[in-house]
């Protein structure tokens, strides 16, 4: 049992084959511009992640600058010399550990103790009252004839 082949079937099964390996790398090619764009989107992204990230460092940083020179401010009554070093002090903090830092040296260095308004409270002790050396006066006294003189132009006695 012989086959015969036909040497025109054989062929057309070629170049059937040819056309699906064309078709795979037309879409082999297209996947890969596809991704090749994405990893690109994806790169910008990143960059703009970034960027944001560190604005949004830079006003945690401020803010915390601010409100840290703010509560200095309300808990001393400063000149404006010192709030001038103060602010100038701030400047210089490059992280929020640092600003914490200068905060917590400048209030001891203030007398800070946590509270805005801090008084302290005045106790007196219990010692026996000791008498005065100054020397004592005469109390003037104005005669009995005058005190009823008066009290009757009060009204007081008739």
Do not use: C, W
């Not at 910008?44 to 840290?68: D, G, Q, T």
């Not at 509270?115 to 005065?132: G, M």
């Not at 005190?147 to 007081?156: P, V």
């Amino acid at each position: 049992m012989e086959e015969v082949i036909d040497l025109d079937d054989v062929l057309k099964a070629l170049s059937e084959d040819d056309s699906d390996e064309e078709d795979d790398d037309d879409d082999d090619s297209e996947i890969q511009a596809e991704n090749s764009k994405l990893k690109s989107a994806l790169g910008e992204h990143r960059k703009v992640v970034k960027y944001l990230k560190s604005k949004l460092n830079e006003v945690n940083l401020l803010n915390a600058k601010l409100l840290f020179t703010n509560k200095l401010f309300k808990s001393h009554n400063l000149t404006n010399d010192q709030k001038i070093k103060v602010v100038e002090t701030f400047d210089r903090a490059q992280s929020l550990r640092e600003v914490k830092l200068v905060f917590s040296t400048l209030a001891e260095s203030f007398g800070y103790a946590g509270s805005i308004n801090t008084k302290k409270a005045v106790y007196e002790s219990a010692s026996k009252a000791v008498s005065s050396t100054k020397p004592k006066k005469k109390v003037i006294s104005e005669g009995k004839e005058m005190a009823n003189r008066f009290k009757k132009l009060a009204g007081l006695i008739k």
